[in-house]
């Protein structure tokens, strides 16, 4: 089943507006070749406790709240904070598909004295429950969207019990994320307007579309059409060899004899070589890819097509990419043990396999009757990608999916949130990037004043702005404008309500000195 491509450690940086990319915000998977020697390595934490988790108990299940419990983590970087300030606010950056390793301030949060925090999402790094960890019937009960954005609710609330104000006002509170947590930021301002006042949301992927094959369909259109034409060819080549009866070879062509033999292990193979170079022009480097595809010989045949896709796999992501526990259903099906080689281990891609199963989909599929290149095997139907979540998690997750996709959608609202029942369609900022094939997922348009949009375009603009030179800052100088223009209404109002408060208590003090001053008069 094709499941988000995402960088689930988006949430280990306090992000920057828009976020600075860096190899730490790639998937684990992708950080080992090419791909990652492009971008510079992750910031060092500021100080010690922002890389300090403190915990919290929520419930499993938020519609139980008295029910089974567990706990969550969340991380604090108070170095640029000034709690003296009751203008002073709280970035909370979402949790990802991903592990968290700490809270980092960014050039915006120092220029506000913000505190900054970092959430770590339910059922991922070290926020598991302790009974029953991943097993299918805590999955079932406790990882939804909703929860998570219960779970960073209830975190912010204890911070402004925390850091409370001398006017005894809540502080503003402005939340970011990028890719999936770009979506669960601007749903959590939707959901709870009363707690966090905007949200801006880099690549937020918040139309939860259930059969996606509009995603191979952008990268094809991104990479034009002689390099389309050669990837397309190579994945044609792929069947072609498949039919034949060659497909053991092939794998161990692309070192994923791991799924030799697996009940699963052919549409498991034939996402992970759909997705990585997808990925690559998705963070920002269409022409390596494309460069890749020019070493093929005038005339290719079809094995010299399959072994230069491999070699092109193997040169940006290292020869292990194939056999990761994210294109592996077996490693999924392990609810105790990380497997892979994937350093966030396979507890967190069973994780978001689940989300994507049983919720919040993307299921990327080959483009029927499309006049671009398919980009992808054949075999990789709506229906096949089901089969491989039934295989999971059992029968009745077809249909959970079908139920959670559509109560989330319209919710809120796909790619217009003014559509959506929630409450809070308003002060979100969305940032998008030409080449990313997410795009096809965000917004992608202005659906309200106050749901401001803007769009980078260039070669070789990818995900969560990867790949965007720093000449191209329209959209993230509009961004930072927007959350000024925030952070100064939510001052403003304050100093109202403070004067109006003073006044009040001046009026209530005089009417309290006259009624004293009237009593004292009838008594002589």
């Known amino acids: ?103 980092y301030c960014s050039t915006s949060a120092r220029r506000h004295g913000a505190l900054c925090v970092s959430v770590e999402h339910r059922f991922y790094g070290e926020s598991i429950p302790a009974s029953g960890g991943v097993s299918d019937a805590n999955y ?24 409370p104000t001398a006017s005894h006002a809540k502080r503003p509170v402005i939340a970011f994320g990028g890719s999936y947590s770009g979506a669960t930021c601007a749903w959590f301002r939707q959901s709870h307007p009363d707690v966090v006042d905007a949200c801006v949301s880099s690549s937020g992927v918040v139309n939860a579309i259930l059969d996606f094959p509009q995603f191979d369909e952008h990268v094809s259109g991104a990479i034009g059409t002689t390099c389309a034409n050669a990837m397309s060819a190579a994945y044609a080549a792929v069947d072609l060899a498949f039919v034949a009866g060659q497909g053991n070879r092939i794998k161990i062509l692309f070192n994923a004899s791991n799924l030799i033999g697996t009940t699963m292990g052919d549409s498991d193979f034939m996402f992970a070589i759909a997705d990585g170079p997808a990925m690559i022009d998705q963070y920002g480097g269409k022409k390596d890819l494309c460069e890749g595809f020019t070493k093929l010989p005038p005339n290719p045949t079809d094995e010299q097509r399959i072994e230069n896709l491999a070699s092109i796999i193997d040169a940006h992501y290292g020869a292990a990419f194939s056999a990761d526990c994210f294109y592996d259903s077996e490693c999924f099906k392990n609810t105790t043990a990380g497997g892979g080689p994937s350093q966030l281990g396979g507890l967190n891609s069973r994780s978001w396999r689940f989300q994507t199963c049983s919720e919040v ?164």
């Open 1 to 103: 089943m094709a499941a988000l491509s995402l960088a689930p450690t988006l949430t280990v940086m306090m992000a920057a507006v828009p976020p600075v990319f860096h190899r730490g915000l790639l998937p684990e998977r992708a950080r080992h070749g090419l791909l990652a020697s492009r971008f510079a390595p992750p910031p060092e934490p500021r100080t010690p406790a922002s890389v300090t988790p403190i915990w919290l108990e929520v419930p499993l299940d938020w519609s139980v709240p008295d029910g089974a419990t567990f706990r969550i983590r969340y991380f604090v970087d108070s170095g640029v904070f000034r709690p003296s300030d009751d203008s002073a606010p709280i970035f909370v950056n979402m949790g990802g598909e991903g592990t968290t390793g700490g809270a």
């Open 140 to 163: 079932f009960r406790g990882l939804k969207v909703e929860w998570n954005l219960a779970d960073t609710k209830a975190v912010v609330q204890e911070l402004q019990a925390q850091y």
């Open 361 to 524: 989909a993307y299921l990327q599929t080959r483009p029927i009757g499309s006049a671009l290149p398919p980009l992808r095997s054949t075999m990789l139907t709506i229906a096949e990608l089901q089969r491989q979540c039934r295989y999971v998690f059992g029968d009745k997750i077809e249909a959970v999916l079908a139920e959670r996709n559509a109560h989330l959608n319209a919710l809120f609202g796909q790619s217009d949130p003014t559509k959506g029942s929630a409450p809070g369609a308003s002060n979100i900022f969305f940032l998008d990037f030409s080449d990313d094939p997410w795009a096809e997922a965000s917004v992608k348009t202005e659906t309200a004043p106050t749901l401001p949009y803007c769009m980078t375009t260039c070669d070789g603009c990818g995900h969560c702005g990867a790949g965007v030179p720093a000449s191209l800052h329209e959209c993230s100088d509009r961004a930072d404008a927007f959350v000024d223009h925030v952070l100064a209404a939510h001052a403003a109002k304050a100093k109202t309500a403070a004067a109006a408060a003073a006044a009040a208590e001046r009026e209530a003090a005089f009417m309290a000195e006259h009624w004293r001053f009237h009593n004292t008069s009838n008594t002589r």
